[in-house]
């Protein structure tokens, strides 16, 4: 069920989003709409994320305990997935070397029901 409504999120995404995922440059913030179930009330955002060149660069900015990271293509396929246990100061590196041109959306979600997704785009 999660896996159809983060597919028809990426549909309507590139849909209504797609002239700011086309101006994403390299080493540029990745925007995340949504909210995590452990965020709480903090002032800085708890999680952040950023394109380069070769990578995305995920950075937990506070305690949210186990994490799904996935980030899937244009067509719905999983380009990445891992779970992880996000820690205040920790980073997950994904590494997109060789993947194809197009927008990916990336998508962390917690054991709550809550998430946080954003659009990028591969050139």
Not at 15 to 28: C, D, G, Q
Not at 36 to 45: C, E, H, I, N, Y
């Amino acid at each position: 069920m999660k896996r159809i409504f983060i597919i028809t999120c990426l549909a309507c995404f590139s849909i209504f989003f797609s002239s700011k995922a086309s101006t994403n440059p390299a080493n540029a913030p990745i925007d995340l709409k949504g909210k995590l179930a452990g965020s709480g009330q903090v002032r800085t955002p708890a999680i952040e994320a950023y394109l380069y060149a070769t990578s995305v660069e995920v950075n937990f900015n506070i305690d949210l305990g186990s994490l799904n990271v996935e980030v899937i293509n244009e067509t719905g396929d999983t380009a990445f997935q891992k779970t992880v246990n996000a820690v205040a100061g920790g980073t997950l590196n994904i590494n997109t070397i060789g993947w194809e041109s197009g927008e990916y959306i990336l998508v962390i979600m917690d054991g709550q029901g809550g998430y946080l997704e954003g659009i990028f785009l591969i050139d």
